[in-house]
C-alpha cells in the first residue's frame, strides 16, 4: 500500500482572514474554494508542493467541524493520506482495532472515496484517508 500526503487541513473561523496570510503573506496560490454541505463546512485549497494545505471553516454551528474548532480553538484539524485502494486500508485498520468515523467510505462531490480515523486511534491527530479514483478505473 503506497500512502502520500494529499493535505494538511487546518480549522479556522474567518477564512478570508486566513486566506489573507496563506495566499497573501505565505504566498501559497489558492486553486479551489467551495462549500461542502455534507460536511458542513467551506473550503479552500491550497497546494504545496506534493500535498496541499485545506484551510476549513464551518458553516453553522452544529458540524462535527464546528464543535472541534469551539472545543480546541483554531489549529491543526487533520491530515490527509492518500490511498490507493481504500476498502483495503479500511479492512487493516478495523482489523487492527482502530476507530473509523464511518463504516463504508464517504464519497465526495467529485467522487472521490474519503474515511476519518478517529484521533484516539492515531495518537491523537484526526486523520483522513483520501482514493482518488482515475479515469481508467472500472465502476463498481
Ligand atoms: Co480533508
Known amino acids: 500500500m503506497s500512502l502520500s500526503i494529499h493535505h494538511i487541513a487546518i480549522v479556522v473561523r474567518d477564512l478570508e482572514a486566513a486566506l489573507s496570510f496563506y495566499r497573501d503573506v505565505l504566498g501559497l496560490e489558492m486553486t479551489e474554494r467551495r462549500v461542502v454541505p455534507q460536511e ?39 491530515i490527509c493520506l492518500r490511498v490507493d485502494d481504500i476498502a483495503a486500508a479500511m479492512e487493516r485498520l478495523r482489523a487492527a482495532g482502530a ?35 482515475s479515469d481508467s478505473d472500472p465502476g463498481d
Open 40 to 78: 458542513g463546512v467551506e473550503i479552500a485549497f491550497l497546494p504545496a508542493g506534493e500535498g496541499e494545505i485545506e484551510l476549513l471553516r464551518p458553516l453553522d454551528d452544529e458540524s462535527g467541524v464546528a464543535r472541534f474548532l469551539e472545543k480546541r480553538g483554531e489549529g491543526l484539524h487533520h
Open 99 to 133: 476507530t473509523l468515523l464511518s463504516d463504508e467510505p464517504r464519497v465526495g462531490a467529485d467522487g472521490t472515496r474519503y474515511v476519518f480515523i478517529h484521533p484516539k486511534s492515531a495518537y491523537g491527530v484526526l486523520l483522513e484517508l483520501y482514493e482518488k479514483r
